[in-house]
């Protein structure tokens, strides 16, 4: 017992993909921040690299709720022939690069890991060096709608088709306590009407299985409820962030009784004595 407790000495945050629904880990990262709670290294893939990296550079979360509120499809619709994907992708590495102030993974001030997928080899990649703006474009290029990223020969779409939330990936990197965030799907019944419908719906129905089996490695899981509002609902930002907000708030308890557990020097003894009451 006394060997496990030493293993969670650190506490790793894992934010799961989700496209405008990832949005609701901003509202997570609020509370986290609100109530002290450390960050030692954040494990992310899609938009929860994104706003991981965002956050581990050192952008404000004001910052990145005012850019949210501000975000549209337009910001990122650059249409191209089709080969491999519909959209080019050149305007989302433009968002991603003033979002991230165009630092690189050298410029973290918490260890952050970004995870794609390798699609010609089936494989998951756990980036922590490299160009990080281009990491996070593969990490976020849905297959069919952006066109993939390659590097080191590695032709690379978005890290959720595999590890929608990475706890495998964080735990093979760290030991340390998981808080792991899943902005869940949304699958639609009904008529699918274009060819940016079915791949979103296909995603839809792909990460809500493979979400069932990555909650289980979680030591804590924040599951923030957006009910209907699918991947492609920008303009419902400020909802999302408040729905993120509320599910985090909801285990506040149950983190600081872990990290108290758990002995953490960064939980003052007033704070564990009050969640012991």
């Not at 060819?195 to 493979?210: A, C, N, T, V």
Request: aromatic share 6%; glycine share 8%; charged share 25%.
């Amino acid at each position: 017992m006394l060997d496990f407790l030493k293993k969670k000495r650190s506490v790793v945050l894992v934010l799961g993909g989700g496209s405008a629904r990832g949005l609701a880990h901003i509202g997570v990262l609020k509370v986290l921040e609100k109530e002290k709670i450390p960050i030692h290294r954040i494990v992310g893939t899609s938009m929860g690299g994104l706003i991981g990296a965002a956050y581990s550079v050192g952008v404000s979360l004001k910052k990145m709720e005012d850019t949210a509120l501000k975000f549209s499809w337009k910001n990122i619709f650059d249409p191209t022939l089709p080969s491999m994907g519909l959209l080019a992708g050149k305007k989302l590495e433009k968002v991603v690069m003033e979002l991230t102030q165009n630092k690189s993974f050298a410029d973290c001030k918490i260890p952050i890991a970004i995870v794609a997928t390798d699609i010609e080899k089936n494989e998951r990649i756990v980036f922590q060096k490299g160009n990080l703006q281009k990491v996070i474009c593969a990490s976020c290029s849905w297959p069919g709608i952006f066109n993939p990223v390659r590097i080191d020969g590695r032709l690379l779409v978005d890290g959720g088709i595999k590890n929608s939330v990475p706890t495998r990936a964080a735990r093979s990197l760290d030991p340390g306590y998981m808080i792991a965030v899943d902005v869940g799907f949304c699958v639609k019944e009904g008529k699918i009407n274009n060819i940016f419908q079915m791949l979103l719906q296909s995603f839809q129905i792909m990460g809500e299985e493979l979400n069932r089996y990555q909650a289980r490695i979680a030591d804590t899981m924040i599951k923030v409820d957006l009910g209907n509002i699918d991947q492609a609902a920008f303009d419902k930002a400020k909802e999302v962030i408040l729905k993120g907000e509320k599910a985090a708030q909801g285990k506040i308890v149950q983190i600081k009784r872990m990290l108290s557990a758990y002995n953490f020097p960064s939980l003052k003894m007033a704070d564990q004595e009050e969640l012991w009451d």
